[in-house]
């Protein structure tokens, strides 16, 4: 399996951004795909999750209703659509996939990780 994160980037507050991560390597019907940062000398923190089949999303107080998780079958590809961005999300952004269910709202639940893509947020 691989993961491919991109679309960070520099933007002012207020401004939005669209990550996209693009999936290989097999199917992946029945998975959980999540993103997470990570901000400078903090743990990774869970955003938003999505069960590829089905679509059903989940996410994280500090992003709920600011941000958008999303895929697209055809293209294998998950998305992250950030809008309303605070300087406070600034982080360097993951995607990662899971085959189980469980503790997908914590890093240890998953499998497979991207590279991870930057976020900064100016003030």
């Known amino acids: 399996v691989q993961l491919q994160a991109s679309g960070g980037g520099l933007v002012q507050a207020g401004g939005s951004l669209r990550l996209s991560c693009a999936a290989s390597?097999?199917?992946?019907?029945?998975?959980?795909m999540g993103w997470f940062r990570q901000a400078p000398g903090k743990e990774r923190e869970f955003i938003a999750r999505?069960?590829?089949?089905?679509?059903?999303?989940y996410y994280s107080d500090s992003v709920k209703g600011r941000f958008t998780i999303s895929r697209d079958n055809a293209k294998n590809t998950v998305y992250l659509q950030m809008n309303s961005l605070k300087p406070e999300d600034t982080a360097v952004y993951y995607c990662?996939?899971?085959?189980?269910?469980?503790?997908?709202?914590?890093?240890?639940?998953?499998?497979?990780w991207g590279q991870g893509t930057q976020v900064t947020v100016s003030s």
């Open positions: 390597g097999r199917t992946f019907s029945g998975y959980t």
């Open positions: 990662a996939a899971s085959d189980s269910p469980y503790r997908t709202n914590y890093a240890t639940g998953y499998d497979y």
């Open positions: 999505i069960v590829w089949s089905g679509g059903r999303t």
